[in-house]
């Protein structure tokens, strides 16, 4: 097997791509469906944490027990490797796959937010970070841009061109999300604080769409309470997969905007209790299955 990449950075730390493309890629990644998503998530669950590089074989065994054919799967380490994610390796007829540095302080940032993520903002000093964002209606590229990235930061919309964030501490993350867009000139950011008016509540409402989002957590409370999978490395993979997805659409309000008894909490002590219960027997499986390409 090949020796891993040393994790300082070098002039090959984005693989095949160059940093540019690198930056754009990873920035949509965290969003991503499919078999692309799929493979962050054993990326994230399994290749990192081992800090070896895998054979192409391990990663056809493990998305072909998640119902992904051989050919995506060939497609997507393929499509990862362009992007900078992934730099391959040839031994004798197999590839063997390392997460480029960049990549893997990625996947290392993501891992955090996820098993940090408490599905409430644990501290709110009651201050609101607002930003003021319009653009033309015929301008479907920026608005969908927009609307796409500030949701994934958190920002809910409670009326046209207007979206605001309990996180305050995400100015500058706002600031990048209109500068990709070629919008910043034309909005503006502020903090600010709620003073009188109707209830809080309410606006809440209309910024997020919560009713969703509990039929969201509902529904990961009602698969993940039992085992969804005999096999290790499934169940696993289901699991992390589909609590990246909630915690990349919860804006994590704090808890006193949010309804009583939010079934996002009782989902965050399900998802921490069975990952902690299968996560051995699926690493231990990844062991087994990456030591030797076949």
Not at 9 to 18: D, E, K, L, V
Not at 44 to 70: C, H, K, M, N, W
Not at 113 to 123: E, K, S, Y
Not at 165 to 182: C, F, N, P, Q
């Amino acid at each position: 097997m090949p020796e891993p990449l040393e994790s300082r950075a070098s002039p090959a730390r984005f693989g095949n791509a160059s940093e540019e493309r690198f930056v754009i890629s990873r920035r949509y990644a965290a969003g991503t469906g499919g078999v692309r998503g799929l493979l962050i998530t054993v990326l994230g669950d399994y290749v990192r944490p081992a800090r070896q590089p895998a054979p192409t074989s391990a990663f056809i065994d493990v998305l072909g027990r998640l119902g992904v054919e051989e050919d995506a799967c060939r497609q997507a380490l393929s499509r990862a490797s362009r992007d900078g994610w992934l730099v391959p390796r040839r031994d004798g007829r197999y590839t063997w796959w390392q997460l480029s540095p960049a990549f893997a302080q990625f996947l290392a940032l993501g891992a955090s937010r996820i098993f940090g993520f408490t599905a409430t903002q644990p501290h709110w000093d009651r201050r609101w970070l607002v930003v003021v964002a319009r653009v033309p209606e015929s301008d479907r590229a920026v608005r969908h841009l927009l609307h796409t990235r500030l949701r994934w930061a958190g920002f809910g919309r409670p009326s046209p061109g207007v979206w605001v964030s309990t996180h305050t501490g995400r100015v500058k993350e706002a600031e990048d999300i209109l500068r990709d867009a070629g919008a910043h000139e034309q909005s503006r950011i502020f903090l600010s604080e709620y003073v009188a008016g109707g209830e809080l509540p309410a606006m809440v409402r209309e910024a997020w769409d919560l009713d969703e989002m509990d039929r969201q957590y509902e529904g990961f409370i009602a698969e993940f309470s039992r085992q969804p999978s005999a096999d290790p490395i499934v169940r696993v993979t289901r699991l992390v997969h589909a609590w990246r997805l909630l915690a990349l659409v919860d804006p994590a309000l704090p808890e006193e905007l949010l309804p009583k008894g939010w079934s996002g909490i009782r989902a965050v002590r399900l998802f921490h209790r069975q990952h902690a219960r299968w996560e051995p027997a699926a690493l231990r499986e990844w062991g087994r299955i990456s030591r030797e390409a076949r």
